[in-house]
């Protein structure tokens, strides 16, 4: 094996422990992406995440069904709304969550409802509040006439009120797709 200067200068078996630790350390590594990788669905699609997305399930997107989502962690925000006449409590995945089992990144999010209504939500939102993806109202699943499947809900309450109209904003209902820049 070519060495460089500065390895043959090490004892043979020091050598030897710096390449089996520099073997066992791209093993990991590849063994940690490979067993990141995101299941396919398996039942109705109802969020596809494109654009920059490092654990793809379907081509370059990572996809999900109702069933994956709910196997994430939940939150629930129990909030005063524009659309409810009275407080309600909505409950799902941290935004961030979805994006992490995605291997999302980039700056800016272009969330995209069924209808093709687009907003942009910026990547620090995801990071900064506790901005989650609502499958369940007051504990039913969100029907399509209920703003349904998802939902994107900010904790409106805890935004002063002069702040929070730009977090209703940003609140796509029908919620389709999601796309990383």
Same mark, same amino acid.
Request: one cysteine or more; a positive charge.
């Given at each position: 094996m070519n060495q460089t200067p500065m390895m043959e200068k090490l004892?043979?078996?020091?050598? &030897?422990?710096? #390449?089996?630790?520099?073997? &066992?350390?791209?093993?990991?590594?590849?063994?940690? /992406?490979?067993?990141?990788a995101m299941d396919k669905p398996a039942g109705k699609v109802i969020l596809t995440i494109s654009g920059?997305? $490092?654990?793809? /399930?379907?081509?370059?997107?990572? #996809?999900? *069904?109702?069933?994956?989502?709910?196997?994430?962690?939940?939150? $629930?925000?129990?909030?005063?709304?524009?659309? !409810?006449?009275?407080?309600?409590t909505f409950r799902g995945p941290l935004l961030r969550d979805v994006l992490n089992a995605a291997g999302g990144s980039g700056t800016r999010?272009?969330?995209?409802?069924? /209808? *093709? !209504?687009?907003?942009?939500?910026?990547?620090? *939102? &995801?990071? #900064?509040?506790?901005?989650? =993806?609502?499958?369940? =109202? /007051?504990?039913?699943?969100?029907?399509?006439? *209920?703003?349904?499947p998802i939902f994107v809900i900010y904790p409106y309450d805890k935004f002063a009120p002069d702040a929070v109209q730009r977090f209703y904003d940003r609140s796509v209902w029908q919620l389709d797709t999601l796309q990383l820049d």
């Amino acid at each position: 094996m070519n060495q460089t200067p500065m390895m043959e200068k090490l004892p043979a078996a020091c050598r &030897a422990l710096l #390449q089996r630790v520099a073997l &066992a350390s791209l093993l990991a590594f590849f063994a940690a /992406n490979t067993a990141s990788a995101m299941d396919k669905p398996a039942g109705k699609v109802i969020l596809t995440i494109s654009g920059k997305v $490092s654990k793809p /399930n379907q081509g370059k997107l990572a #996809q999900f *069904d109702l069933r994956m989502l709910e196997a994430l962690p939940q939150v $629930s925000h129990t909030v005063t709304t524009p659309w !409810y006449p009275r407080k309600v409590t909505f409950r799902g995945p941290l935004l961030r969550d979805v994006l992490n089992a995605a291997g999302g990144s980039g700056t800016r999010i272009k969330a995209i409802a069924i /209808n *093709d !209504y687009a907003v942009e939500i910026p990547l620090s *939102d &995801a990071l #900064q509040h506790e901005v989650i =993806l609502a499958l369940r =109202l /007051n504990g039913k699943p969100m029907a399509a006439r *209920d703003k349904g499947p998802i939902f994107v809900i900010y904790p409106y309450d805890k935004f002063a009120p002069d702040a929070v109209q730009r977090f209703y904003d940003r609140s796509v209902w029908q919620l389709d797709t999601l796309q990383l820049d």
